[in-house]
């Protein structure tokens, strides 16, 4: 347990230490997250850090490394723990340094300040909260209208392409039946040249035949050395 605070220590408040470093207080909360996981100790009031000037200095080489973050916290933690060898365990605790700090109207006001800048950074992280989530709405917003459009374009897309298609099966449709109507107009003309070259046929067999029999009748008719002639046809 670390026990190397003083009696007149100064404490600072999270945006206090914010400043002191020059990074924001979101980030020293994040850089005592990582020293803490790598077994660095800090004094706290309940879950609350309470920061010294040495972690301070701790949190000023986690932003200055060029090593990996939980690299560098472990080194501060071997330091950390040397430091500590130099100090002998007491009974002191925060509370005690409160309490005396309440006996003390210099302390009183720095524990008045260091509460005022805890107070601060609250309602910082809780105006910065609702900014987050002010863009995050925004964001889902955003994200809600692209899938509108992307959702109105693809059905725009799919109507205009059944559109399209129907538009191409109907065309088809009219084509065939042109062209079906065409073709039985061809055979209707094709079916009427047939019945006339019949007719026309019949009337030539008809003609003949009727030549043929007045013919015959005329031959019959005659008498002398034609139908001698017709005689040896017949036979």
Request: proline share 2%; no cysteine.
């Amino acid at each position: 347990m670390r026990h190397d605070i003083q009696p007149n220590e100064r404490a600072f408040s999270t945006k206090e230490v914010a400043e002191e470093v020059g990074i924001a207080t979101t980030t020293v909360r994040r850089y005592g997250q990582i020293l803490e996981r790598n077994g660095y100790e800090f004094f706290k009031d309940g879950d609350r850090r309470i920061f010294v000037a040495s972690d301070i200095e701790a949190l000023k080489e986690i932003r200055d490394t060029d090593l990996p973050q939980d690299e560098q916290a472990r080194i501060v933690v071997e330091e950390q723990k040397e430091k500590l060898k130099g100090y002998t365990e007491t009974a002191l605790t925060v509370s005690d340094t409160y309490s005396s700090a309440l006996g003390n109207p210099g302390q009183t006001e720095e524990l008045l300040k260091l509460l005022a800048g805890e107070l601060a950074a609250s309602r910082e992280m809780n105006v910065q909260l609702k900014q987050d989530m002010a863009e995050l709405k925004n964001t889902v917003s955003r994200l809600q209208q692209d899938h509108h459009v992307i959702s109105s374009g693809v059905g725009n897309f799919s109507q205009k392409t059944h559109t399209k298609l129907d538009r191409m099966m109907e065309d088809q449709k009219q084509q065939y039946e042109e062209m079906l109507e065409r073709e039985k107009e061809k055979s209707e003309l094709l079916k009427e040249e047939l019945q006339t070259m019949r007719a026309e046929q019949k009337q030539e067999w008809q003609a003949q035949n009727d030549f043929n029999r007045r013919l015959e009748v005329t031959v019959k008719n005659t008498k002398g050395p034609w139908e001698k002639l017709f005689s040896l046809f017949r036979k």
